[in-house]
């Protein structure tokens, strides 16, 4: 069944400050589903102390900081480690303390944040974690703190969650130009991976001071890192400004580094509206540039900022467009909080029923589930009155909750001119739909959960609110010096449920494609780090050829040999020799 036509917004007014009351996301459509079929599945289990623990405790670990065995599981469920020795600090000293027990022991230490992640840079499926501990951050060190100056600045301890930071700023008055859609991050997390919302400007927009449109890591002023000191001969506690050329590794570091607090660069918060369209088709929205029919550049034209989720065999997507609104339209609903999809709580028996028929291999209901969930999805905005808000930035960005269903995201990002967009986003749709047509041919469905598709510019220098800002290293939008034309980025994510038959054949079919279709003077691309890529019919981030062929020369190609991967790899070498703060994949992907 297909998704009911949006309404005309001006056939009802809401009432001014009516709030919907908060519900989980996009993805969240499909939590109950979720739920019912693995509950037990998702919770984590506490820390086990030491002095409980059945298995022996690391050698010397210093005392006075709590450790413990915890259960490790990614976004996904992917990676599942079920003991692994995990520490909680109180302060930035006491991770410095653990790195300097860590390289007398011969263990490594990796930063554990909120563990909304599919890829291994914090650990790798299957490895050891014997001579490893984990450092959970997000228990103790979570200060936010507001900085006076032109722009104001925001003082970020790592473990503080996304949430926490974009409140804080939202009672100073301040804000960001976009943010993830998830606030359950860590700041050290998202950092880390380089991670964005989605949004560049309009033609007659002007950037507010202090914004980026690029990356979160785009916004850092400054940094604080453990690194080694040779002179100390020992791990220390060290702070970057943005104008040191060391930054440009940490900056996004993939967990080859621990950075402790952060200070970025924040803008006046806005006011935005977030409208949701589902009444466009999406061969239309998706089709090649000059055809007939409103496209999805025309949407990123008119308002900048726009995502797009379409599950696979329907025929409409779930277009969320938002525009900055300093007054409230007289057709949208008011919001004072986010995560405002209260549709997304409601699951039929049939969801859930599809969920346990994945897990048998039984897929030939994908066609009728997808459908459900657009419509699930198009008949919860009506019925909530969610089709047209506006409120405060957060309160429109926000909308992923940890309830949401774990699905496995590819992602993909593709650097391009702004006016390459539809064709970049045609493309691949053409392509997409013919794979999953001729997997549907011989009775596969290999994915059963949305593309998504995000617009942002690039990390660019000048929109930091420092002269000589350093440009992120290993960011996929950074950008490339022999195409300063190359303004955009579109991020291509492809979804579907862990463990669905014959997704290992399909992955990668569309990641070959996808690296060999935006190439030359077209467009480049460059892994999305969270998600999942070097596809292999043995899994993501298997391909190993890809890791250390195409993946890092994305980061070489059109880049400074002084300023290009294997300069980040040097200087993250540099500030930990020992490799403390690595692990096996890491150390394949950044020897």
């Not at 974690?129 to 006076?148: G, R, S």
């Not at 969930?373 to 926000?398: C, F, H, P, R, Y």
């Not at 999305?528 to 190609?557: C, H, L, N, Q």
């Amino acid at each position: 069944m297909s998704a009911p036509t949006a309404p005309d917004p001006g056939s009802a007014r809401s009432a001014e400050g009516s709030t919907p009351t908060e519900g989980p996301s996009r993805r969240g459509v499909l939590a109950g589903a979720a739920a019912l079929a693995a509950a037990a599945a998702w919770t984590p289990l506490g820390l086990v102390s030491a002095a409980q623990a059945a298995t022996p405790a690391p050698p010397g670990f210093p005392a006075g900081i709590p450790l413990g065995l915890q259960q490790y599981k990614n976004w996904s469920g992917e990676i599942v480690i079920d003991d692994v020795w995990t520490a909680v600090p109180a302060t930035p000293q006491d991770v410095v303390t653990i790195a300097n027990w860590a390289r007398a022991n011969g263990y490594r230490v990796r930063a554990r944040g909120m563990s909304h992640n599919w890829s291994p840079v914090l650990q790798p499926k299957g490895s050891s974690v014997a001579k490893v501990v984990f450092v959970d951050a997000t228990k103790n060190l979570t200060a936010v703190t507001v900085n006076a100056g032109n722009p104001a600045t925001v003082t970020a301890q790592a473990g503080a969650t996304v949430d926490k930071l974009l409140n804080t700023l939202e009672a100073a008055g301040r804000g960001l130009i976009a943010t993830t859609a998830p606030g359950a991050l860590s700041i050290g997390g998202i950092l880390a991976i380089g991670a964005h919302g989605s949004g560049i400007p309009t033609s007659g927009e002007t950037r507010p001071v202090g914004g980026t449109y690029g990356t979160l890591s785009n916004l850092v002023l400054s940094l604080t890192a453990v690194v080694w000191d040779a002179g100390a001969g020992a791990y220390v506690l060290k702070t970057f400004a943005r104008t040191d050329p060391d930054i440009g590794a940490f900056l996004v570091h993939l967990g080859r580094a621990f950075v402790t607090e952060v200070t970025l660069q924040t803008n006046a918060n806005q006011r935005l509206r977030c409208q949701s369209f589902y009444h466009d088709q999406i061969g239309t929205l998706m089709g090649p540039p000059g055809s007939s029919g409103k496209k999805l550049a025309d949407y990123i034209r008119d308002t900048g900022r726009i995502e797009l989720i379409w599950f696979p065999f329907t025929t409409v997507p779930w277009l969320k467009v938002w525009s900055v609104a300093p007054s409230k339209p007289w057709v949208s609903t008011t919001v004072n909080g986010p995560y405002n999809y209260t549709f997304a709580n409601f699951v039929t028996e049939d969801q859930a029923n599809f969920v346990s028929q994945i897990v048998t291999g039984n897929v030939s209901g994908t066609p009728t589930f997808t459908n459900g969930e657009m419509a699930v999805a198009g008949s919860g905005l009506i019925a909530t009155w969610t089709w047209d808000i506006w409120g405060w930035s957060k309160n429109t960005q926000l909308f992923v909750e940890p309830t949401t269903l774990r699905i496995h995201e590819g992602g993909w990002a593709v650097l391009c001119r702004r006016t390459d967009v539809q064709r970049v986003v045609s493309e691949f749709y053409t392509k997409y739909t013919q794979l999953i047509g001729a997997f549907q041919g011989n009775g596969q469905y290999p994915c059963n959960s949305p593309i998504e598709i995000r617009v942002t510019g690039v990390d660019r220098p000048d929109e930091v609110a420092v002269a000589g800002a350093v440009v992120p290293q290993l960011s996929a939008a950074r950008p490339r010096p022999d195409h300063p034309e190359w303004d955009t980025v579109v991020w291509l994510d492809v979804a579907t449920l862990p463990g669905t038959p014959a997704a290992n054949d399909f992955y990668p079919q569309i990641d070959a494609w996808i690296w060999s279709n935006y190439t030359g003077n077209y467009a480049c691309v460059r892994p999305e780090w969270s998600k999942g890529w070097a596809y292999s019919t043995s899994g993501p981030w298997t391909d190993m050829g890809a890791v250390t062929g195409r993946i890092s020369d994305a980061f070489r190609t059109g880049q400074a040999a002084g300023d290009n991967f294997d300069a980040a790899r040097a200087t993250l070498n540099r500030y930990d020799p020992a490799r403390v703060f690595s692990n096996p994949y890491l150390d394949v992907l950044l020897p």
